[in-house]
């Protein structure tokens, strides 16, 4: 729910489980509540309130993404209005064919190693990357949200 009002969603049963899954778009950035109800009552703990942050908002910047070298610190900056450090994960995965999920910093090269990096947080906007090269890097690929 947001300004009072219901938005679409899917829910998918997990096997036989008694799970089940909630999907939902979010319109735009804002706080959103999510309800959940089971047989007419609301269950324990709803609602849920999720703060959605606007992707076009988070930025990626330092000389870092263009070159490193390998064994040496590295760095670059998020910049990320309204986020937190537990927000962001960044992995450095060393492959060339590599799904990752939502909200996960990857960078690409040729091995198949993988190893994380460091997300500080700088003020309440910014947060540091700190990462090493583990060996020459292909492609870098920033997701969030």
């Known amino acids: ?22 999907s939902f778009t979010p319109d735009g950035a804002g706080q959103y509540k999510v309800m959940v109800f089971f047989n007419n009552s609301e269950v324990k703990g709803s609602p849920f309130i999720l ?21 040496r610190l590295s760095t670059f900056l998020i910049h990320a209005v309204g986020a937190d450090c537990k927000d962001f994960t960044v992995t450095i995965t060393a492959s060339r064919h590599c799904s990752q999920p939502e909200n996960v910093y990857g960078i690409l090269a040729p091995s198949g190693k993988t190893k994380r990096a460091r997300v500080y947080q700088i003020d309440d906007t910014t947060h540091k990357v700190e990462w090493k090269a583990v060996e020459s890097v292909d ?3 920033v997701k969030w949200g």
Do not use: F, W
Request: hydrophobic fraction near 35%; glycine fraction near 8%; aromatic fraction near 4%.
């Open 51 to 71: 703060d959605i942050a606007n992707a076009n908002s988070v930025s990626v910047y330092g000389e870092n993404l263009r070159t490193a070298s390998v064994d």
């Open 1 to 22: 729910m947001r300004h009072g009002r219901s938005l679409p969603c899917e829910v998918i049963q997990k096997g036989n489980s008694g799970v089940y899954c909630v």
């Open 139 to 141: 492609t870098m690929r």
